[in-house]
């Protein structure tokens, strides 16, 4: 049995005091011992969230890390840093990362090899963007994006891995894919899986939905077999996140 996972991707939101008041606001109602909860919050806010959130079981996420150790790479943060914060978990390859900031398949790769190095869970986004939906071709898109991205990866640090399948037209749109378009896309990230290291890890693994997760689909969309839990954008920044949780 998988736990579910739900976690809120703040993106580039919230101010630190902002922060502490949206904390405030969600963290009762999303406090749960049955399921993982993970606020992946900007790299300014990480200190002070976790502050925050001590007595509670849920979990601070950053939203981006670097692939190398040290060194002269301005601007950038690495998974050693992340980690001697309190940091658990760290988005890699968010769609909008690969489209604004340069990811790649390869870069992704690199930073999920470092971040599970360093004890922190990696949330691996992949997804099509809309012409290839169109083209018929999401599956065999998304199933390079998982090889690639686990390329060289062990199994049994493979299984600590969650997996999010992000439909980039269903980001931030209000158009979410229907729970069998979402299942059907997580099924093949969990037999990709399953084709790299077996039954044993693609059981373990947690495969999450994200794209306009909102209280009103997320049931549903979490009712389906390969459908771990979410992330959730624009619903994380509001009390309706605890809805998600409860969902
Ligand atoms: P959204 O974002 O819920 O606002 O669509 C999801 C995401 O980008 O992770």
């Keep these: ?10 993106k580039m939101n919230k101010t630190p005091k902002q922060a502490i008041e949206l904390v405030n606001l969600i ?5 749960s011992n049955d399921v993982d909860v993970v606020f992946c919050v900007p790299y300014v806010n990480l200190a002070t969230v976790i502050n925050e959130l001590k007595g509670t079981n849920i979990c601070v996420g950053a939203q981006n890390m670097h692939f190398e150790e040290s060194g002269a790479f301005t601007g950038e ?5 992340l980690k001697e914060m309190g940091v658990k978990y760290v988005v890699l390859g968010h769609s909008e990362r690969r489209a604004y900031f340069g990811e790649t398949d390869e870069t992704v790769n690199l930073k999920t090899k470092v971040a599970l190095q360093n004890g922190l ?5 992949i997804g099509e963007v809309l012409p290839e939906r169109e083209d018929g071709i999401a599956e065999e898109v998304v199933k390079i994006q998982v090889k690639k991205a686990l390329k060289g990866i062990s199994s049994e640090d493979a299984k600590n891995i969650v997996l999010a399948y992000e439909p980039v037209w269903a980001i931030g749109t209000g158009k979410t894919a229907t729970s069998e ?12 899986v399953k084709e790299l290291y077996g039954e044993s890890v693609s059981e ?23 459908i771990d839990g979410g992330l959730i954008g624009g619903a994380s920044l509001k009390a309706e996140f605890n809805d998600i949780v409860n969902a």
Excluded: F, H
């Design 181 to 192: 378009q979402a299942q059907e896309i997580c099924k093949v990230v969990r037999d990709t």
């Design 77 to 81: 943060i690495s998974a050693s840093m």
């Design 27 to 31: 963290k009762d109602g999303a406090n």
């Design 121 to 125: 869970t990696p949330i691996v986004c």
């Design 204 to 226: 373990v693994v947690r495969v999450q939905y994200g794209g306009s997760m909102n209280a009103s689909n997320a049931k549903e969309l979490l009712s389906m077999k390969d």
């Design 1 to 10: 049995m998988r736990k579910r996972i739900i976690a809120g991707n703040w």
